[in-house]
């Protein structure tokens, strides 16, 4: 019997046209003149940002097109469930909440009505803009039941820490939901985010994307520091792209905080790893390729791997990593949980036929 | 060995795919230097031939910036890693190679041995 994968990140691109027709007005005026909210901060990738290959027969992008992404890669790779984080991410960040909360409403609706039906492995992390909570939860309210939407997507370029009780909305209607919420990074700097690092803003996009874990360990933090797993027990925070070595030291040194510092943090009634470890999952890509791939094995063993690990392609984006490449650092049971399980679990998706 | 064109049909700059069995291999003509390669990227097997051939910019200081190697690097589409042609196929950033096939000019064409 053919292997499970589950692919917790896939990036299609809604069409601009189809995503002016969902929106009302103003904004589809303001859409089709070509005002679409915040650009990128405009780094060069000299590979440019997707994969120049990821192109169909008929010269589309595979990503731009249901039926593509169907044939040219799930087929192909035989991948069970996708989970979409569609493009834009950058104009969550506009720092016009109406507008902003308009366009992620209608790239849900693009993406509701144009793709899931295109193919039953299909699955959407809808979209709400984090600029106003309460414009988001109203919008996970909206389509938060709808068949194939199976998590909420939020950027990681933000103006605040998510741990932030600002925030506490969107959790509030996701958990109503039993949805997942996804983090995923690419608009640091972008729109009302921050600065893409805590010293500001690097010269390259080779020190920016480098630099993007540091907005996951901020992110990361605060989510546990400020009890965010308190208040909303239900809440699973998906680290999407944020890469995996970097965790167990980042926990080691909370956990170590903790015991001195409790005090200062008394909803934290257990070691912050533990909370990390019911609440927190990542996912695989970019897996980080150390020289010596025993290193790669020494760092599977430093956390829960099993519970908190799935495996992620990014496709079609430059950096992704294929179903076999990340696949054979795990074995066994290790390999089950994290090319598959974890995430049926996370997304609630059905068991696999036979079963 | 395997046919792969005229030398006319592969001027300078021009690249032609063969097919050898199971494999692909990719023929370039990197400025009068014939040059052929497995359509495989040692990192995880992208088809690398579907990759553009390009300059990079040459070591130098911070700061400075000095364009060079005008067609001479084939760039992976996956992970852009850059690979030198005219050094037996060798990444300028990985220990990593391109698989290299030998070449021959024989009766006017192109032909690479599998």
């Not at chain 1, 984090?130 to 039941?145: F, K, Q, S, T, Y």
């Not at chain 1, 690092?197 to 390259?204: I, K, L, Q, R, V």
């Not at chain 2, 911070?62 to 364009?67: K, L, M």
């Amino acid at each position: 019997m053919r292997e499970s994968i589950i692919d917790t990140d896939i990036h299609p691109a809604a069409n601009p046209k189809h995503i002016a027709e969902f929106l009302p007005q103003p904004w589809r005026a303001r859409w089709e003149m070509g005002n679409m909210g915040s650009p990128p901060l405009g780094y060069w990738n000299p590979n440019g940002v997707r994969r120049v290959d990821a192109i169909g027969p008929d010269g589309a992008p595979i990503a731009s097109d249901p039926v593509h992404l169907s044939k040219l890669f799930f087929d192909p790779y035989g991948i069970e469930y996708g989970i979409f984080l569609t493009e834009p991410h950058q104009v969550l960040l506009t720092p016009e909440p109406d507008f902003a909360a308009a366009v992620a409403s209608a790239i849900n609706d693009v993406m509701i009505q144009r793709w899931l039906p295109v193919d039953a492995r299909f699955r959407i992390a809808m979209h709400v803009s984090p600029v106003d909570p309460a414009l988001a939860a109203r919008e996970i309210h909206r389509v938060g039941d709808t068949p194939g939407v199976a998590a909420v997507m939020l950027p990681s370029g933000a103006r605040m820490a998510y741990g932030d009780r600002y925030y506490d909305p969107i959790y509030q209607a996701a958990c109503e939901h039993h949805l997942p919420v996804c983090m995923h990074p690419g608009t640091e700097g972008a729109g009302i985010s921050g600065a893409p690092t805590s010293a500001g803003y690097p010269g390259s996009y080779f020190e920016w994307h480098t630099g993007l874990v540091s907005s996951f360990i901020t992110h990361l933090v605060s989510l546990l520091a400020q009890g965010t797993f308190q208040k909303f027990p239900g809440l699973t925070f998906v680290l999407v792209e944020g890469g995996v070595s970097w965790i167990p030291p980042v926990l080691w040194r909370m956990d170590k905080n903790w015991k001195g510092l409790r005090k200062s943090v008394p909803w934290l009634d257990r070691l912050p790893s533990e909370i990390a470890r019911e609440h927190i999952r990542m996912t695989t890509q970019p897996i980080e390729e150390p020289d010596r791939p025993g290193a790669l094995q020494d760092m599977l063993g430093m956390f829960d791997a099993a519970k908190m690990l799935m495996f992620s392609s990014d496709f079609p984006h430059w950096d992704g990593d294929t179903p076999d490449f990340a696949g054979r650092h795990f074995k066994g049971e290790l390999r089950r949980r994290v090319m598959s399980e974890t995430a049926r679990e996370v997304y609630r998706l059905p068991p696999p036929a036979g079963d | 060995m395997i046919r792969v064109a005229a030398i006319d049909e592969l001027p300078p700059g021009a690249r032609r795919l063969v097919q050898a069995g199971q494999r692909t291999i990719g023929v370039y003509n990197v400025g009068g230097t014939y040059v052929a390669v497995l359509n495989a990227c040692p990192h995880e097997l992208a088809p690398i031939c579907l990759g553009r051939v390009d300059g990079t910019t040459l070591p130098s200081k911070p700061g400075e910036w000095r364009w060079g190697r005008e067609g001479e690097i084939l760039v992976c589409p996956w992970h852009g890693w850059e690979f030198d042609l005219l050094n037996g196929g060798r990444c300028l950033t990985d220990p990593r190679a391109l698989r290299t096939y030998p070449v021959e000019i024989r009766d006017g064409a192109v032909w690479v041995a599998e």
